[in-house]
Every structure is written in C-alpha cells, then in structure tokens.
C-alpha cells in the first residue's frame, strides 16, 4: 500500500526519485499521468489497467466522459525506473502540475502522486481545516 509523504526535487531534465518504499511497490515501468487536484498520479500497470477497464466501460455517448477519458489518457505515459530509483516525468504533465524544484511524493493507498511542494501544502491545510467533517460525511 502506498502510504507517507516525501520530499524529493525534480531536477532540470524532468527526473526525479521515488521513494524506496514506494518502488518496491511498482514493476520495473509504472504509468503517470494527470490527477485530480493538480498533482501527477504514479499508477503500478495492474492499478493501471483496473482504471482502464472501468474507463472503457463509461459511455463515451457523455460529454463528460469523453472530456475525462481525454484529459487522463492524452496525459498518461509508461515510465521506467532508472539506476538510481528515479523516473522521468513528461514535459507537458510538469506543466500541468506546475512542478518545480521542490516535491512531495505522497501515498494515496492504491498509487503515489507528486505535488508541487506549495500546492501540496495548501491542499493538506484546507482538507485537514475539515477533517472532522468530511470523516463524518463518509460510509465505510
């Protein structure tokens, strides 16, 4: 399971670690691509192909799903680890997640997603500004 948080940098070409305890996790090349939030998703291929199975089942006839599917899979790339535990994100997703030096790798149970360190740090703030409510709104 993909727990903790981390900081890591992401250096000038678009590298960065992933945390050990996370890489024992993931095969050799694991899929990034948008998230929800503002972050980049790390997916394991079996984590991967559960998302596609349940995309393919969408009704594509809704706007919306078409728009979804296009945003996720127009951003999602195969990445593979190399010597020194790190993967190299693509440009345009760097873009979108607004990624500079400084990161956060956090776990979210099924995947890892990389934050901008700023981003992440508002994101957390607010949500933990309502934890009490929204652990009240939830059915386990």
């Keep these: 399971m993909f727990i903790g948080e981390y900081s890591h940098k992401i250096d000038a070409k678009g590298r960065i670690t992933i945390p050990s305890k996370f890489r024992e996790l993931f095969d050799d ?26 995309l393919k089942s969408l009704p594509t006839t809704k706007k919306e799903v078409r728009a979804y599917i296009h945003l996720i ?52 703030e607010e949500a933990a500004a309502n934890f009490e409510n929204i652990a009240q709104s939830l059915e386990f």
Aim: hydrophobic fraction near 35%.
């Design 29 to 54: 090349k694991v899929i990034v691509t948008r998230g929800i939030d503002g972050c980049i998703t790390i997916h394991t291929l079996s984590n991967w192909n559960e998302i596609y199975e349940k």
């Design 73 to 124: 899979a127009s951003k999602a790339c195969e990445c593979e680890f190399d010597k020194l535990g790190r993967i190299l994100i693509p440009a345009g997703l760097i873009k979108d997640a607004q990624l500079e030096k400084d990161c956060v790798i956090v776990g979210s149970i099924n995947h890892a997603e990389i934050w901008n360190q700023d981003k992440w740090q508002k994101h957390y």
